[in-house]
């Protein structure tokens, strides 16, 4: 199945919630959809970081924004209720994994209550079709393997943060199951899956202990990287490609709920998996920094030191597959943080890097759904 992209026409006027679109993916997927002309609204907590992409890009101009906490159910509901989405994208999400150390009932409360609660939220509210629930490639048993992890592996997760997604995607299932069955669709016509990424890049991400935003702020300092797990892989992947991914899915579930529903794996090729000391020397290169980087010594929390997603099924059934290499992706994120520094006009160059993006795969406005399948 050759890749495809997006159809426009299907998102114009069309009613899309974000949970978590204060954040650095969901400010990504909230402008994107905005371009495409959906009526966007949000629910989530301020923007993590202080900057942060959501205000430098003027988000919030373009949608109905609420701020609020995913463990408020009655919030979520009234929000959910008043703004009658036909489509819910959850990311709301604690997503660092060093702060799960330190705060895991927070890490629990927000990833698996705060899931709960949206599905709850939409068993009470009929204007739903569509739910797609963000979760992790952490979400995984990592047992270290050379190869990557389907849809079907076992699910676990060593440290807070890995072990909630995965009891996400548990909670998940269980709604499913339980209240919106595949057998009995026509009857409550909701469709659910969950999205599993890698570790994805770009601009405007601020996040303490992730890998670009703190080469970033090295680099612009003129200082050396510090680097806790040099030889670690990861799947890196631009953040456009998995929301692709997760666009395209909800497209497909609202089509076809039967077919589309469950999990699925957005990752790079297997050739953009990387050490992390591939990455820091990359962006370094890129950006002209000097200063190199350094190990850092001393006791760390335990890392897997490889994971990486096979994505055979998004290709092969969803025809997403990834259209950026990882040494483009970097290019455009050195370009956006220099234009940060620069001050320029952020809203402008980011969307100017989704177009860019769209040009990179086939996209026919005029088809419709049963011709792209």
Known sequence: MESMGLNPSFWKRRKVLITGHTGFKGSWLSLWLQ?????VSGY????PTEPNLFQLADVPKGMISLLGDVQNFQQLCSFILAQQPEIIIHGAAQALVRRSHDEPLLTYATNVLGTANVLESVRRN??????IVVTSDKCYENREWLWPYRENEPLGGSDP???SKACAELVTAAYR????????????????????????????DWAQDRLVPDIVRAMSTGRPVRVRHPAAI???????????????????????????????NFGPDSGD?????????????LWGAIAGWQQETGE????????SLDSTKARKVLGWEPEMSLTTALEWTVEWYRAFHRNENLQRLTLEQIDRYESLFVCDPKASHQERL
């Open 35 to 39: 371009k495409l002309g959906a009526q």
């Open 234 to 264: 990861r799947p890196w992947q631009h953040v456009l490609e998995p929301l692709r991914g997760y666009l395209m899915l909800a497209e497909r579930l609202h089509q076809d709920g039967r077919r589309f529903s469950g999990a699925w």
């Open 126 to 131: 009929k204007s739903v079709r569509v739910v």
């Open 177 to 204: 199951d339980s209240f919106f069955p595949l057998e009995k669709l026509e009857e409550h016509g909701v469709a659910i899956a969950t999205v599993r990424a890698g570790n994805v890049i770009g601009g405007g």
């Open 273 to 285: 998996a990387k050490p992390v000391q591939w990455v820091v020397e990359t962006m370094a290169e």
């Open 300 to 307: 760390h929390m335990p890392e897997a030191e490889i994971l």
């Open 161 to 163: 943060y890995s072990s």
């Open 44 to 47: 989530a907590l301020e923007p």
